[in-house]
C-alpha cells in the first residue's frame, strides 16, 4: 500500500512538473513569435505611415483607404534635390549662403521630379504589398481609418488610423495565452493589436508600442 502510494505521488510530481514546464515553454515560445511577427508587422505600418504623411503634405488630407494611397505612390510625382558639393567651413564662417554659391558656381543644386514610391522606399518597394500584413499564413489587410480632431487650443487636426488586432496575427497561437494579452489591453484601455496613428486621439501619428 505504501509503495503504491509513493507510486502515485512520483507519478503525479512528474505529470506536475510536466504541466510546468509545457506552461513556461508555450510561453515562451509564443513570445518569441510575436516578437518575430510584430517586428515585421511594426516596420510596415511605419511604412504606412511615412506614405501617408507625405500624401498629406501634398494634399492636406490622409488617403482615405490604401487604393488611394497606393495610387498616389505609383503616380504622384515629388520634388528631389540632387546636391553636388557643400559649404565649406571656411565659406560659413564668411556667412557666405548656399543660393550665393550656387550662382557662383561653386556647388550644384538640381531639382529631379521623381516617383512618390522611389523616392520615399527605392525602385523595387512592391506598394501593392503595402496594406497587406507581413505574416505567413495570415491572409489579411491593415485596417485604415481618417478623421479631423479638435486640440485642447481649439485647432483641427487631420489624423489617420492603420492597424491590425491581436486576433488577426496570432489567432494560430496558443488561444489561452492570446485571450490573455486581449484582456490586459482591454483593462488598460489600449488597442489591442499594433497600430499607427489614432482616430480618437492627436498623437502625432505614433505606433502604440513607441
Not at 510561453?27 to 506614405?51: G, P, V
Not at 492636406?60 to 498616389?72: I, Q, T, Y
Not at 556667412?95 to 522611389?118: F, H, N, P, S, Y
Request: hydrophobic share 40%; proline share 1%; net charge neutral.
Amino acid at each position: 500500500m505504501k509503495i503504491t502510494l509513493r507510486v502515485l505521488l512520483v507519478g503525479a510530481v512528474v505529470i506536475l512538473t510536466y504541466m510546468c514546464y509545457r506552461s513556461i515553454m508555450s510561453s515562451i515560445e509564443f513570445d518569441s513569435e510575436r516578437k518575430l511577427r510584430e517586428s515585421a508587422i511594426q516596420a510596415r505600418l511605419i511604412d504606412i505611415r511615412k506614405a501617408q504623411i507625405e500624401y498629406k503634405n501634398v494634399y492636406g488630407v490622409h488617403a482615405a483607404n490604401f487604393e488611394e494611397l497606393v495610387k498616389f505612390l505609383k503616380e504622384k510625382k515629388l520634388p528631389f534635390i540632387l546636391k553636388e558639393g557643400e559649404l565649406t567651413d571656411e565659406q560659413l564662417e564668411k556667412g557666405m549662403k548656399e543660393k550665393d554659391a550656387i550662382k557662383l558656381g561653386l556647388i550644384k543644386r538640381d531639382t529631379l521630379w521623381v516617383l512618390a514610391k522611389d523616392t520615399l522606399f527605392g525602385a523595387n518597394y512592391n506598394v501593392d504589398s503595402l496594406a497587406i500584413i507581413p505574416v505567413a499564413n495570415v491572409n489579411a489587410h491593415f485596417t485604415m481609418d481618417t478623421a479631423t480632431l479638435v486640440s485642447n487650443s481649439g485647432y483641427t487636426v487631420k489624423v489617420f488610423e492603420s492597424g491590425v488586432k491581436y486576433d488577426t496575427y496570432l489567432g494560430d497561437l496558443n488561444r489561452q495565452l492570446l485571450v490573455n494579452l486581449k484582456d490586459l489591453a482591454n483593462k488598460l484601455g489600449k488597442y489591442d493589436g499594433l497600430r499607427v496613428g489614432s482616430v480618437t486621439e492627436i498623437n502625432n501619428n505614433a505606433g502604440n508600442w513607441e
